[in-house]
Antibody, heavy 117, light 112 residues
């Protein structure tokens, strides 16, 4: 069974950075794009960006350009999402999700990032 | 403001049929991009429910069905059950946006 397991909850101060990991297993890591999606408390889903685990190429939503960096380590089948210059409205659950033909067939369990002033 | 528009809530009694609409535009659903649906139970990650407009992944009950026409799509739940109480999100792809993977705002389904 395909698994995406994310790192634990984080509490950060405004202006700091956070790095969330997404460890994958039971499929070919380099065979599928990985995306990051966030969900603010009580709100909907918001796409942040993707990484091609094979090439390392990335694409980010314009809203997050300059603040988000998605990377990967193929040796441990893991992707990372780093968000910098954190603000209170970055408080959200961050999900990684595997893409298959423009939709997301498997999701991580989510990582709550709380930004406090 | 979400690119795809869904009603905030729908409700129905056990056994009834409910539908959730998802309205887009000519740059996403109307551009022939597929619509996909996710179910999010309270406190959990979204789960793929319907992909490519009408297809159910293995394990999804056949009382969930999807359709698409023009710039809109719908999710139907027949024989509503208590365990269906959740948030439902539609998703598509938008050719005009720099953040092309787009979602609806979500619909809360309440089982009365």
């Amino acid at each position: 069974q395909v698994l995406l397991v994310q790192s634990g909850a984080e509490v950060k101060k405004s202006g700091a950075s956070v790095k969330v990991s997404c460890k994958t297993s039971k499929y070919s890591f380099t065979g599928y794009y990985l995306h990051w999606v966030r969900q603010a408390p009580g709100q909907g889903l918001e796409w942040m960006g993707w990484i091609n685990p094979n090439s390392g190429g990335t694409n980010y939503a314009q809203k997050f350009q300059g603040r988000v960096t998605i990377t990967r380590d193929t040796s441990i089948s893991t992707s990372y999402m780093e968000l910098s210059s954190l603000r209170s409205d970055d408080t959200a659950v961050y999900y990684c999700a595997r893409e298959r033909e423009l939709f997301f067939d498997y999701w991580g369990q989510g990582t709550l990032v709380t930004v406090s002033s | 403001q979400s690119v795809l528009t869904q009603p905030p809530s729908v409700s129905g009694a056990p056994g009834q049929r409910v539908t959730i609409s998802c309205t887009g535009s000519s740059s996403n659903i109307g551009a022939d991009y597929d619509v996909h649906w996710y179910q999010q139970l309270p406190g959990t990650a979204p789960k793929l429910l319907i992909y490519a407009n009408t297809n159910r992944p293995s394990g999804v009950p056949d009382r969930f069905s999807g359709s698409k026409s023009g710039t809109s799509a719908s999710l139907a739940i027949t024989g509503l059950q208590a365990e269906d109480e959740a948030d439902y999100y539609c998703q598509s792809y938008d050719s005009n946006l720099s953040g092309p993977w787009v979602f609806g705002g979500g619909t809360k389904v309440t089982v009365l």
